[in-house]
């Protein structure tokens, strides 16, 4: 909601901060220093980077995330050193002349033309041009995500190309001071749409319903988009994995949300909460997976400290009932930023492949579980987002949890 000064609210009070309060100009450019380090430590004089995270990372602009992400239309090379050059969607130049310090030019995109073999020769061209602009003589180059023309016109043009992945986590990974602001303003949003949603839960409502709540209250926010459209009720919370249907709430039902919301300035926050529909009494069934799931949760996040390493969280995490281990959830902790990043901690029963991982302060974190019996009705959902900071954690978006299923 907007209050009576004209900024925006959370339904509980809550000041949820602008993007406009941050200083763009210092988040833009701590956001590259952090990136250009981590090309000197991997040995990495040039990035190509077609992820739209990845490009909004090294240059602050992002256009038609969606659509960017699903088709090569534009691009960012980033030197060791100095300003990265974007080569931009042409309808969009103008968006990101405004929104970037990085040298923008035009790119023409070699999808869903008739000549895509010799566009994307254009391209490696144009890179390689721009290569030498920017006083690269490597023939090496970075990528993080490429179609087949793109990457035989790069082989074609005498590149050897490098995966930028390792590049770009090691860099997104710890936050910086403008980005911890921007997800505090993203925990406030949470707040606001958790809040709503919780408030539209009733007997009748159906599944869309209460997704299109949540997903005005994130657009009105400031937010995006939602990554997914997990709002599940009844018999669709079990197994989880399960997306909104037309299905309508009964009283008696469990309904959890995983907000999975790319959020203000385009950071994803991944909350997760199951609630009670009706004035009605939870089953034994239901009380005892949201008593299992919930008691994780707390017992997880304490252990959650700089200097622990993945492989000691594994070690140490509290143990759920074997009944819901089936279905458990594919980690335990996943680091977030601008999508689900690294690091990343496994249950005890599976293969921890990054034991020596050490948890930094400035990480932020989603922990977050999922308990559901193979063959029965119900299913619950927690997580929540967290800050890694120097005696813990800071939970961003500390929403509360549904009383009638705790006893």
């Given at each position: 909601?907007?209050?009576?000064?004209?900024?925006?609210?959370?339904?509980?009070?809550?000041?949820?901060?602008?993007?406009?309060?941050?200083?763009?100009?210092?988040?833009?450019?701590?956001?590259?220093?952090?990136?250009?380090?981590?090309?000197?430590?991997?040995?990495?004089?040039?990035?190509?980077?077609?992820?739209?995270?990845?490009?909004?990372?090294?240059?602050?602009?992002?256009?038609?995330?969606?659509?960017?992400?699903?088709?090569?239309?534009?691009?960012?090379?980033?030197?060791?050193?100095?300003?990265?050059?974007?080569?931009?969607?042409?309808?969009?130049?103008?968006?990101?002349?405004?929104?970037?310090?990085?040298?923008?030019?035009?790119?023409?995109?070699?999808?869903?033309?008739?000549?895509?073999?010799?566009?994307?020769?254009?391209?490696?061209?144009?890179?390689?041009?721009?290569?030498?602009?920017?006083?690269?003589?490597?023939?090496?180059?970075?990528?993080?995500?490429?179609?087949?023309?793109?990457?035989?016109?790069?082989?074609?043009?005498?590149?050897?190309?490098?995966?930028?992945?390792?590049?770009?986590?090691?860099?997104?990974?710890?936050?910086?001071?403008?980005?911890?602001?921007?997800?505090?303003?993203?925990?406030?949003?949470?707040?606001?749409?958790?809040?709503?949603?919780?408030?539209?839960?009733?007997?009748?409502?159906?599944?869309?319903?209460?997704?299109?709540?949540?997903?005005?209250?994130?657009?009105r926010g400031g937010g995006e988009y939602l990554a997914t459209t997990t709002v599940c009720s009844g018999p669709n919370t079990n197994p989880w994995r399960s997306e909104a249907t037309s299905r309508a709430l009964e009283p008696g039902d469990l309904v959890y949300v995983d907000t999975d919301t790319v959020g203000i300035e385009g950071y994803f926050f991944c909350v997760s909460r199951t609630f009670l529909c009706g004035?009605?009494?939870?089953?034994?069934?239901?009380?005892?997976?949201?008593?299992?799931?919930?008691?994780?949760?707390?017992?997880?996040?304490?252990?959650?400290?700089?200097?622990?390493?993945?492989?000691?969280?594994?070690?140490?995490?509290?143990?759920?009932?074997?009944?819901?281990?089936?279905?458990?959830?594919?980690?335990?902790?996943?680091?977030?930023?601008?999508?689900?990043?690294?690091?990343?901690?496994?249950?005890?029963?599976?293969?921890?492949?990054?034991?020596?991982?050490?948890?930094?302060?400035?990480?932020?974190?989603?922990?977050?579980?999922?308990?559901?019996?193979?063959?029965?009705?119900?299913?619950?959902?927690?997580?929540?987002?967290?800050?890694?900071?120097?005696?813990?954690?800071?939970?961003?978006?500390?929403?509360?949890?549904?009383?009638?299923?705790?006893?």
């Amino acid at each position: 909601m907007i209050n009576a000064s004209g900024v925006l609210a959370s339904t509980s009070g809550t000041r949820i901060t602008a993007a406009a309060d941050v200083e763009h100009p210092r988040l833009r450019a701590g956001r590259l220093r952090r990136l250009q380090q981590a090309m000197g430590q991997h040995g990495v004089d040039a990035c190509l980077l077609f992820n739209d995270p990845n490009i909004r990372y090294a240059t602050g602009a992002s256009v038609m995330p969606v659509y960017s992400m699903s088709t090569f239309v534009r691009c960012a090379l980033v030197p060791r050193d100095g300003r990265p050059i974007l080569f931009e969607h042409p309808n969009s130049l103008h968006r990101s002349r405004a929104s970037t310090d990085a040298d923008v030019r035009p790119m023409r995109a070699w999808e869903f033309t008739d000549a895509a073999e010799q566009i994307a020769r254009d391209h490696a061209r144009e890179v390689a041009a721009a290569m030498r602009e920017l006083g690269i003589s490597a023939r090496e180059i970075a990528v993080d995500r490429l179609g087949t023309p793109g990457y035989l016109a790069l082989q074609h043009e005498g590149f050897a190309i490098r995966d930028a992945a390792p590049v770009a986590m090691a860099a997104r990974e710890v936050k910086t001071p403008e980005e911890i602001a921007l997800f505090r303003a993203n925990g406030a949003l949470i707040l606001d749409m958790l809040g709503a949603f919780e408030l539209a839960i009733a007997p009748g409502i159906r599944e869309r319903d209460l997704l299109a709540t949540l997903a005005d209250r994130m657009h009105r926010g400031g937010g995006e988009y939602l990554a997914t459209t997990t709002v599940c009720s009844g018999p669709n919370t079990n197994p989880w994995r399960s997306e909104a249907t037309s299905r309508a709430l009964e009283p008696g039902d469990l309904v959890y949300v995983d907000t999975d919301t790319v959020g203000i300035e385009g950071y994803f926050f991944c909350v997760s909460r199951t609630f009670l529909c009706g004035d009605t009494r939870p089953t034994r069934e239901q009380r005892d997976a949201y008593s299992a799931a919930h008691d994780w949760l707390q017992g997880m996040i304490q252990l959650v400290h700089p200097g622990v390493t993945c492989g000691e969280l594994a070690r140490k995490a509290p143990a759920i009932p074997a009944r819901y281990l089936p279905q458990r959830y594919e980690c335990m902790i996943h680091g977030v930023g601008f999508e689900e990043e690294s690091p990343s901690v496994c249950y005890p029963q599976d293969p921890q492949v990054n034991p020596d991982r050490v948890l930094q302060e400035g990480m932020t974190l989603v922990v977050e579980i999922y308990a559901g019996e193979p063959g029965r009705r119900d299913g619950v959902k927690l997580g929540d987002e967290v800050l890694v900071t120097p005696r813990g954690v800071e939970i961003l978006a500390p929403y509360p949890y549904a009383r009638p299923l705790l006893g």
